[in-house]
Nanobody
Framework: VQLQAYGGGLVQVGGSLRLSCAAS????????MGWFRQAPGKEREFVSA????????YYATSVKGRFTISRDNAKKMVYLQMNNLKPEDTAVYYC??????????????????WGQGTLVTVSS
């Protein structure tokens, strides 16, 4: 498995969760990483991205100010801290690797590798 996302679960409105994504060395090194999500019956959408250094981040408008993306290159991990969760955040969350880009990107086609997804359910 080259990318594995975990940390999803059931949380109440206003609660927090931290998603983690473990990556293999081959696809983590010097690569941008991103998080996407897909709600039931909807298209997959961009959530957040981070460059390989961890100095540039990018967020969807819907999560800005509530979610924080970070990475630990030594551990080959990417995280998504999600605070003040809302019912509309309910989705399967996927981490992905962009092996060619320099800056964080919200375009799905820029990502070459995808994890299997982890389910986040926000109950009201």
């Amino acid at each position: 498995v080259q990318l594995q996302a975990y940390g999803g679960g059931l949380v109440q409105v206003g609660g927090s969760l931290r998603l983690s994504c473990a990556a293999s060395s081959r696809i983590f090194s010097n690569n941008g990483m991103g998080w996407f999500r897909q709600a039931p019956g909807k298209e997959r959408e961009f959530v957040s991205a981070i460059d390989w250094k961890g100095t540039k981040t990018y967020y969807a408008t819907s999560v800005k100010g509530r979610f924080t993306i970070s990475r630990d290159n030594a551990k080959k991990m990417v995280y998504l801290q999600m605070n003040n969760l809302k019912p509309e955040d309910t989705a399967v969350y996927y981490c992905a690797a962009d092996t060619y880009g320099v800056d964080p990107t919200d375009k799905e086609y820029d990502y070459d590798y995808w994890g299997q997804g982890t389910l986040v359910t926000v109950s009201s």
